[in-house]
């Protein structure tokens, strides 16, 4: 069976998910030409694991300004773990070529100050 149909991957999974212990999950999935879901937003200062699959071909991903960038072979499961000291808009990018739709891949990022206590 292919990797992206798989439950974790499905849509109803994808975005982002409080684990229960201070971190977050995000599930990602990148195809030509977007990543999935397109506008994740996530607390400052807060450790945050990324899960991303390719539906299709090779991509990459690099998040300006931070660590995050790592490659998204097909039937793997990249994965990132960073937090983001500092609120603001991020973009996803693609970093390899992966077809004519390649310059308009991307999706945004939402680092919103994280709250007090919170749940």
Do not use: Q
Request: aromatic share 10%; charged share 20%; proline share 6%.
């Amino acid at each position: 069976s292919r990797l992206h149909l798989t439950e974790e991957f499905a849509e109803d999974n994808l975005g982002v998910k409080d684990n229960g212990d201070g971190t977050l999950t995000v599930t990602m999935v990148a195809a030509r030409y977007g990543f999935f879901p397109p506008v994740i937003e996530v607390p400052t200062d807060t450790p945050v694991k990324f899960r991303i699959a390719s539906a299709d071909v090779l991509h990459g991903v690099h998040v300006p300004n931070t660590n995050a960038a790592t490659m998204i072979v097909p039937g793997y499961v990249s994965e990132i773990t960073t937090s983001f000291p500092t609120a603001g808009k991020y973009s996803f990018l693609c970093n390899e070529y992966c077809g004519l739709g390649h310059d308009s891949m991307w999706s945004r990022l939402i680092v919103v100050e994280k709250t007090a206590g919170g749940s």
